[in-house]
């Protein structure tokens, strides 16, 4: 039996031996699994040998080779399992590489895209552009940041100090390091010696743990710069006012013209709020405007208000808002344009206040003009009554004079006022004794005094007081003002007049006690057609133009004139300030008026009158006549010339605006036709301008005479020319 055991073991399976391959010992265990699990299979496989009676011991040795050989097949088993669980996590970790390979191909390819754009960004941007690492080592920079720092690519890792630069700052790389070291952003404006202007910003390179260097950028903002001048020149010196106030009032920014309007320091007017120097009765509706701007309701509103300057005066302004925007649409804050429209106000005020000038003048003229009509109508029909009696007609005679006279009075006022306001009155100025203008003044208004029996005195200086001045034009100032002291003052009042010389100045005053003028109207006495509203100036009548056209007349002798009173029933003074003269007064020849006088029969003076008005020319034909002379008279220019032609006479009348021809052609045609006729043509118009008179000259006229003609000085003009012997 020992003898067999060789053989016998040599007939059991073979152990897997080290250095097989898997396959080799995979292929063993399939077949030997093959044969287990088939018993007819394994029968056959043993059954050629022949199975010798085993001892007991033979038997145990068996089955523990069997169990051994069990065991071992087990073991491989596990094995294969092992193998085959080890294959399938290899071949999901080879997916996975495979996987992960292709995500890092991908993140590579971004991270080249990215590099590629980053190079060509640096390459194509205006902004230059240098990183600089933590040792201030240069990491990268732009081409135009090379140029600079003149810096190529053998530059990359070459600390910042060993590179020169042409950038006009000073301790460029202190500032550097102080935002390596702190982390706070810095920037300067530098200026190139060619005129450029840089922004240069330095900028600490942050990164997820902390500041990994520092980025270096350099940008153009010349254009900006100049906008921004532009716009600068354009806020500061604009003509209007212009801001830029917070959504509470607050003033953000203010331009030299606003300043100006409200008097303020620009520093001053951005401590205030735009409420705080607004009127406050114009305050509630800007308000009102401003809150409607704010929630959108309005783009922009336009108002007209009063803002309260520093000196405390109102200055009306014209204010328009509009509404600026951040980013996000939100109201940011508003622009504000104010223009100061207090010369327009005042204007319109003026405006204003000549309407209703104007509308009580048409009152007052009116008025005026009615009452010496209703009186003349009156004493006309008086005249013409069969039963009036001489003495009935006599008085009526004397109230168509008088009011005649007033009728007059009033239309020299007014053409008095209508020529200064218009400078077209002509000044005779020359030197002259203010004491003779005073005494002229008292001789012809001395018959007013005897009737509303006033006491008047004048003082007047010992010496001459000589100013430049119209004789007549001052003389104008006198009567007024001596004219005004006797209508306000009662009868048995007192009128004194005081004339003196002081520093340079003729000093006139007229002092009455007589009605006084109220304190609120003392400022507006000389404005046109102002009359006192007391009963008194109501009886005296005028239109209120008195003053004015004297202080107009002081004026344009550069004096000046003013009123004074302590109220009403306590008088009033008016003092007149005319400044002196040096120039010497030109002595002058008496004349007597009586060569004047001679009456005309003597000469037989013959007088063409060409008037279209038949009231007129019908009264001033019989009043000529009554005065001595021949006279013809015509209706219309073409009759008239006719005449002018055919008799030749000593002197002619021609009204200017005849029908047909007017007395300009009339009195051409007649020098033209008749070149040796020593005829004095006088033509008689409404209109008493210098250009007027001027016209006439020029048409072949020798005076010019303004509607209406004053029948004593017409006399006493013709009765001149009939003493020369015209």
Not at 258 to 272: A, F, M, N, Q, V
Not at 343 to 366: H, M, N, W
Not at 667 to 677: G, I, K, S
Request: hydrophobic share 35%.
């Amino acid at each position: 039996m020992p003898g067999h055991a060789p053989e016998s073991e040599s007939k059991l399976p073979d152990r897997p031996q080290p250095g097989r391959s898997q396959n080799e010992v995979q292929q063993t265990v399939n077949q030997q699994n093959s044969q287990a699990g088939n018993p007819t299979a394994r029968q056959d496989a043993i059954s050629p040998v022949p199975r010798p009676a085993l001892n007991h011991a033979d038997q145990i040795r068996i089955r523990a080779l069997e169990s051994a050989l069990q065991d071992c097949r087990e073991t491989m088993q596990a094995t294969i399992d092992s193998l085959k669980s080890e294959n399938q996590e290899l071949r999901l970790q080879n997916t996975n590489l495979q996987s992960e390979n292709v995500g890092y191909r991908r993140r590579v390819a971004e991270l080249e895209d990215v590099g590629n754009d980053m190079e060509n960004l640096l390459n194509s941007t205006d902004v230059h552009t240098l990183f600089l690492d933590r040792g201030l080592a240069i990491r990268k920079f732009t081409p135009r940041m090379g140029q600079v720092f003149k810096l190529d690519a053998t530059d990359i890792g070459t600390t910042i100090d060993r590179c020169s630069h042409n950038i006009p700052c000073d301790g460029l790389l202190d500032k550097i390091s102080d935002v390596l070291r702190h982390g706070d952003r810095y920037d300067e404006e530098i200026a190139m010696p060619d005129g450029v202007v840089y922004l240069l910003r330095i900028l600490p390179y942050q990164t997820a743990e902390s500041v990994g260097g520092v980025v270096l950028t350099i940008v153009d903002i010349t254009e900006s710069k100049e906008a921004e001048a532009r716009f600068r020149a354009t806020f500061d010196n604009a003509a209007v006012g212009i801001a830029h106030v917070a959504l509470d009032g607050r003033w953000l920014k203010v331009n030299k013209r606003i300043c100006e309007i409200l008097g303020y320091e620009e520093r001053e007017l951005l401590d205030k709020t735009f409420q705080d120097v607004t009127y406050p009765d114009d305050l509630g509706f800007d308000l009102e405007h401003h809150a409607a701007l704010i929630r959108g309701d309005v783009d922009r509103y336009s108002i007209e208000k009063r803002y309260i300057r520093k000196d405390g005066e109102l200055v009306w302004i014209s204010l328009t808002v509009a509404l600026q925007h951040d980013l996000k649409r939100q109201p940011h804050y508003a622009i504000k344009v104010v223009q100061d429209i207090s010369k327009r106000k005042a204007f319109e005020r003026g405006l204003e206040q000549s309407i209703e000038q104007r509308d009580r003048f048409l009152a007052t003229l009116s008025h005026e003009l009615r009452n010496p009509l209703a009186a003349l109508r009156h004493a006309i029909r008086l005249v013409r009554h069969d039963r009036s009696s001489d003495e009935q007609r006599t008085a009526a005679m004397r109230t168509i004079q008088r009011q005649s006279e007033q009728m007059s009075f009033l239309l020299d006022d007014l053409l008095d006022v209508s020529r200064i306001t218009q400078g077209k009155i002509v000044y005779d100025m020359r030197p002259l004794d203010m004491r003779e203008v005073l005494r002229d003044a008292e001789d012809a208004l001395r018959p007013t005094f005897q009737a509303q029996h006033h006491s008047f005195t004048l003082k007047l200086p010992p010496k001459p007081v000589v100013v430049m001045g119209d004789v007549s034009r001052l003389m104008q100032v006198v009567e007024n003002l001596l004219t005004n002291a006797c209508k306000y003052t009662d009868p048995g009042g007192k009128i004194n007049v005081t004339l003196r010389r002081y520093d340079g100045w003729c000093i006139l005053k007229v002092k009455d006690n007589g009605r006084g003028i109220e304190s609120k109207e003392v400022e507006n006495v000389f404005d046109m057609f102002v009359q006192s509203d007391t009963g008194l100036a109501r009886r005296e009548g005028g239109m209120g133009l008195g003053l004015t056209v004297v202080r107009s007349l002081v004026e344009s002798h550069q004096g000046t004139i003013s009123a004074n009173s302590a109220g009403l029933g306590l008088g009033s003074t008016f003092t007149v300030r005319i400044p002196l003269t040096e120039n010497v007064i030109p002595r002058q020849e008496d004349q007597s008026e009586g060569q004047f006088l001679v009456a005309p029969d003597d000469h037989n003076i013959s007088i063409v009158l060409v008037e279209d008005n038949d009231d007129s020319r019908e009264m001033l034909s019989d009043f000529l006549e009554l005065e001595g002379f021949v006279v013809s008279s015509c209706a219309d220019g073409k009759s008239g010339l006719d005449e002018l032609v055919k008799q030749q006479p000593s002197i002619a009348l021609v009204d200017l605006g005849l029908p047909e021809i007017d007395g300009y052609e009339v009195a051409r045609q007649f020098r033209e036709r008749c070149p040796d006729a020593e005829t004095y043509l006088i033509s008689l118009s409404g209109y008493g301008q210098t250009s007027d008179i001027l016209k006439s000259e020029r048409a072949g006229f020798d005076n010019h005479m303004t509607k209406p003609v004053d029948p004593d000085e017409l006399a006493s003009t013709l009765k001149s020319l009939a003493r020369t012997g015209r």
